[in-house]
Every structure is written in structure tokens, then in C-alpha cells.
């Protein structure tokens, strides 16, 4: 190392030394798969869709330039966008703050000290590794109207059963628990946070005399909030990838789907670029959305420096 | 003085084993009872697709098939090539396994264990792209692809795999940060070669970490729709999740043929999860990926 650091030091010159330019091409070739495939499939691609994005392009005829035409479209002029906003949103706004409560339920469930927990812990995460497309045929099953074991288990309770995925009023609602099926990785990452909580400090609330639900609020709470803070920015994104659930959903019920309730935004996407090939305006929704996608991360980030508390941080 | 803190404490353990075993007497059946929730719909899976047709339709329904229908597995096999699906399937599962794990490796142990001038700059941009949602970069990569006629091939969805994955070679990068530099030094003056420290040193003590690459590059091949999706035309070449759509057009009365069908779907992956149990949870906490 200190030879090194002489050879290096023994060249003053303006150039980068011998020794530099070494350690740059070797550094370079080890990372050169990620480089090339940055270049190629993310840079190249970047620019490329935000250059389709002003234009009218078919795949089979040269790109035409439009101008903003197809951000006006979308923006004051296609229905459509507004309505699969309206669903992605809702969907976001009903099902992050139920899945992560129900998560956090059960992860402090499953986090006290009994006898038998990580057979609970299977059962309850087995679940989320269902691949999507099985887990929403048998959930399609489930809620059908007339043979599915629902609305079967519901009369028998006396209540007449809706029509779930085939109702307009209630696909939205039967997709939001149908989703929270799968909160176990969620769940998961509670249970590892729960885990890290420092023992001392429960035990001092404890003395200090909080009870269960005080020391829950009061130290529990605050010492998990980045992980909250986490899942909710990895919930936000995932509202806006759900695809492809609702693409077999709607495919069920043809191509519209239940009054187009769950026509989510990556659905609408994928119809306009790889249905229409308009791959101009898909790319606009697509720049849309990742626009979206910046600016509820930069709310949620700068709203959390009130309520998130970060160890280590004074 | 001190006989009343003895005397209150005395009872706050008391009050406290009692609140134990009521807590416990509450607990147990709740998680129970949620279990059930959670394992229901996997149970009715299965046992519709052990039924005959008209079973599935009986009321009351069933809760078990009076005669196990084990037929319907060969039905919804001769309803569709679900055998040549998963060939196709695995297909794609292990190049990409086998890519990503070996790109992401080398990528990472260059971001982490050697030391070269906008090194740090160009990390700032593997983490950069992982902000950008895939719906942008997917036109465009499709174009390429198109232009060079890898449309309805499975090269769109096995070559990328060689450029590595943001998220994995970051993550691969915080677990080669752990490794003590002082064995790689070591290694130097024994005249050993950065491929030779990366291949014979680095990747036996970082096996936890390339398990959990493997694991979820595995599954999210497996499950992956949207590729599959927009690449493969050709019903010969469809994977699993896409080719489980010719069973939508079935009606209710072959729901038992459905359920068979997703079955063998869920199936590996449970296996899967039961085989590689700690590292699925540990990956699962160490990256926040969900399933």
C-alpha cells in the first residue's frame, strides 16, 4: 500500500497517474455489465421515450412530432386517464393505510413470545408468495357471484352477496381485499423492525409505569416509523405497477371490465401502447406517471421529517 | 419502606402472570382464527380442483370432494401444454438466475472492493435508475427489440439478465462492504488477481447474500406477466403465467380444471418456500422486497 501511494505521489503531473488510470479500467470493467446496460436499456430508452412522448408513432411508420398534443390529451382531454387516476388513487388511498395496519397487527401478533409462533408466522405469509395469476383465478372463484364460497357464506348469514368483480360499485372494493391477502411480506418487514426495538427501552416505559397500548404509542411506534415511512413509499409505487391482477380481472369480465372501475393506470397504459400502439401517447402517460410517482415520494419524504424518528439522528 | 416496594412488587408479578395467561387464552384463538383466513383460500383451491363439475355447484357446497377428482390434474394438462409452459418457464428462470446472480456479483464487488476515481458518481446512478418506473424504459426497449427481431423470442427476456439488476447490485454491495478488506490485501501479496480474490474469496463468504439473489430473481421470473405479456405471440412459447389465461375462458362449471391448473402454479413456489425457508425471510427483511 505504501508503494502505492509513492508511485502515485512521484508523479505530480497534470494527467491522472499510471497508477489511476489502472485502478479506472479495472474498476470500469468490473462494473461494464451494469454500464453497457445502463446505456442501452435506461439511458438510451429515457431518451428516447421522452422524445416519443411529443411525437405520434405507430412502431411501423418514423415517429411524427406533435408537439404537447399528447400531454394536453391526457391532461384535459382522454376521460380515460382521469378515470384510471381516480381508480389508482382510491385503490392507494383505501388499501396503503388498511394493509399497513392490518401488516402491523399481525406482525405484533406474531412477535409475542409464545409457543408455536413461526407455524403461525408460515400460515400467515404463505399467502404473498402465490404467484398473482393463481392467486387472482382462485380470488376470481372465490367471488363469484353465484357458486363462489363469499356470497355462499354470506347468505347463510342472511346477507345477499353483490356481485363483486361483476359490479361496478363492487370490483373496486372486492380487489382491495383480495389484495390484502397478500400484506405477508409487509408483515415480514414489521416483524423484523418489531425485532430490532430495543428491549431496555420498553422495560424503562414499563417501570415508568406505561402500560401496554403507552408503550406501544410511545416507544413502539416512533422507534418503527421509518419502516412505516418505507412501506407506504414502496405501497404509493406499487399502486401505480398493479397490472397484472387487474388485466386478468378485467380480461374475465371482457375487455371494458365492471364499468371500468378497475381500469388502474398500468392497465390503461398497457392498452394504449400494446393494444392501440400508440406508443407516443403511451410514452406521455408513461413520463405522467413517473411525474406522479416523484412528487407523492418528495410529499411523503418531506412530511416525514415530522413523524419519522431516525435512531443515531441527536 | 422496604417491605411495602417488596409487598408491591410482589403483586405487580402476580397481576402480571394473571394479564399472561389471559393475554395467551385471547392470542391463541385470534391466531388461529386468522390463520384459517389466510389458508383458506389456498385450501379451497385445492379442493375444488379435486372436484368433479357438478360438485363445485352442489348446495351446500362441500368442503372436501366426496370422490377426489386427481383426473382433472391430467385434464388441465391436456387443456393446455401447462408441461412445455413450465419448460418455457424454467427456461427463462435459470438464465436469468444464473445471469443476474453473476453480472450483479461482479458489478457489486467493482463498486465495493475496489477503489477508482467516479466510482462513488457512477453508484449515485445505479441507485438513480431505480427510481424510474419501468412503464418509461418499456417502449422504447421494446422497439429495440422489435427492430431486431427478438420479438416472440425469449431473448428480450433472458439477455438483459447479463447487465445486471439495480437493486441487486446494491444489495449485493452493502454485503461485499461487510467483508474485511484486510483479506483481500492479504490475498494481493499472495499474488493473487481481482478475479481471482472476487471468485475464490469474495463469492464463497458472500453465499447468503447471492442465495437471496437467486431466490427472487427465480420468483420474479416465475411470476413476471407483463414480459412474458408483451414479447411472447407464440402459445408454444408462452410461460406459465401468461398461458394460465387459456383457462379464463372456461365457464364456472369447469372451475375444478382452473383450480387444478393454478394449483400446479403454487405448487413449486411453496415447495420452493418451505426448502429455502431462513433465506426467503431473511432476504425478505434485508430488502423490503415484497414476495
Not at chain 2, 84 to 113: E, M
Not at chain 2, 249 to 272: D, H
Amino acid at each position: 500500500m505504501a508503494a502505492t501511494a509513492m508511485h502515485t505521489a512521484g508523479r505530480p503531473r497534470r494527467g491522472i497517474s499510471v497508477h489511476t488510470r489502472r485502478s479506472l479500467i479495472k474498476g470500469l470493467l468490473f462494473v461494464s455489465p451494469w454500464l453497457i446496460g445502463l446505456l442501452a436499456l435506461t439511458l438510451y430508452p429515457i431518451g428516447a421515450s421522452l422524445y416519443y412522448s411529443f411525437t405520434s408513432y405507430d412502431v411501423f411508420t418514423p415517429p411524427i412530432w406533435v408537439g404537447l398534443e399528447n400531454y394536453q390529451t391526457a391532461i384535459l382531454g382522454d376521460e380515460n386517464v382521469a378515470l384510471a387516476l381516480t381508480n389508482t388513487f382510491l385503490y392507494a388511498l383505501v388499501f396503503i393505510p388498511l394493509a399497513q395496519l392490518a401488516a402491523l397487527f399481525s406482525a405484533l401478533l406474531l412477535n409475542v413470545d409464545l409457543k408455536g409462533q413461526s407455524v403461525f408466522r408460515t400460515f400467515f405469509y404463505l399467502p404473498s408468495i402465490v404467484p398473482a395469476v393463481a392467486s387472482t383465478i382462485v380470488w376470481i372463484w372465490l367471488f363469484n357471484p353465484q357458486y363462489g364460497i363469499i356470497n355462499i357464506v354470506l347468505k347463510f348469514l342472511g346477507i345477499p352477496g353483490p356481485g363483486w368483480f361483476v359490479s361496478p360499485q363492487w370490483a373496486m372494493p372486492a380487489y382491495i381485499l383480495m389484495s390484502l391477502w397478500g400484506i405477508g411480506g409487509g408483515m415480514v418487514i414489521y416483524l423484523a423492525a418489531l425485532q430490532d426495538v430495543p428491549k431496555e427501552l420498553k422495560e424503562a416505559a414499563e417501570l415508568d409505569g406505561a402500560g401496554a397500548w403507552r408503550r406501544f404509542l410511545n416507544v413502539t411506534l416512533p422507534m418503527i416509523s421509518p419502516v412505516i415511512f418505507f412501506n407506504v413509499i414502496m405501497g404509493i409505487i406499487g399502486a401505480f405497477q398493479v397490472f397484472a391482477q387487474v388485466f386478468i380481472i378485467t380480461g374475465s369480465y371482457g375487455a371494458a371490465g365492471p364499468g371500468n372501475r378497475l381500469l388502474f393506470y398500468s392497465l390503461y397504459l398497457y392498452r394504449q401502447s400494446f393494444q392501440s400502439f400508440k406508443m407516443g401517447y403511451a410514452s406521455a402517460l408513461a413520463w405522467i406517471l413517473f411525474v406522479i410517482i416523484m412528487v407523492l415520494t418528495l410529499i411523503v419524504f418531506r412530511s416525514s421529517a415530522r413523524y419519522v424518528y431516525y435512531a443515531g439522528e441527536k | 419502606m422496604g417491605t411495602v416496594t417488596m409487598h408491591v412488587r410482589g403483586k405487580r408479578m402476580i397481576g402480571k402472570r394473571a394479564r399472561r395467561a389471559i393475554t395467551l387464552s385471547m392470542l391463541y384463538p385470534l391466531l388461529v382464527a386468522l390463520s384459517l383466513l389466510f389458508l383458506f383460500p389456498l385450501f379451497w383451491m385445492v379442493s375444488t380442483s379435486l372436484k368433479t363439475n357438478p360438485e363445485v355447484a352442489t348446495m351446500p357446497p362441500t368442503w372436501l370432494p366426496a370422490v377426489p377428482q386427481w383426473a382433472n390434474y391430467p385434464g388441465a394438462l391436456n387443456y393446455a401444454p401447462l408441461l412445455k409452459f413450465a419448460r418455457n418457464t424454467l427456461l427463462i428462470c435459470a438464465c436469468n438466475v444464473l445471469g443476474v446472480t453473476l453480472s450483479c456479483s461482479l458489478v457489486a464487488y467493482g463498486f465495493s472492493r475496489l477503489k477508482w476515481p467516479g466510482r462513488d458518481a457512477l453508484f449515485i446512478m445505479v441507485l438513480a435508475t431505480m427510481m424510474i418506473p419501468g412503464q418509461v424504459t418499456m417502449i422504447p426497449v421494446y422497439i429495440i427489440f422489435s427492430k431486431i427481431n427478438w420479438v416472440n423470442t425469449f431473448y428480450p427476456l433472458t439477455v438483459p439478465s447479463i447487465f445486471g439488476s439495480a437493486f441487486f447490485i446494491f444489495l449485493l454491495r452493502q454485503f461485499f462492504m461487510t467483508i474485511p478488506f484486510e483479506i483481500s490485501e492479504a490475498a494481493i501479496i499472495d499474488g493473487a488477481s481481482e478475479l481471482g480474490i472476487y471468485s475464490r474469496i469474495i463469492l464463497p463468504l458472500a453465499k447468503p447474500a447471492l442465495a437471496t439473489v437467486a431466490l427472487f430473481t427465480f420468483l420474479g421470473n416465475w411470476n413476471d406477466f407483463l414480459g412474458p405479456l408483451i414479447y411472447l405471440s407464440d402459445p408454444e412459447k408462452y410461460t406459465l403465467s401468461i398461458g394460465l389465461r387459456f383457462f379464463q375462458t372456461l365457464t364456472y362449471s369447469e372451475f375444478p380444471m382452473q383450480m387444478a391448473a393454478a394449483t400446479m402454479m403454487t405448487l413449486p413456489i411453496i415447495i420452493l418456500f418451505f426448502l429455502t425457508q431462513r433465506t426467503f425471510i431473511q432476504g425478505i427483511a434485508m430488502t423490503g422486497l415484497k414476495g
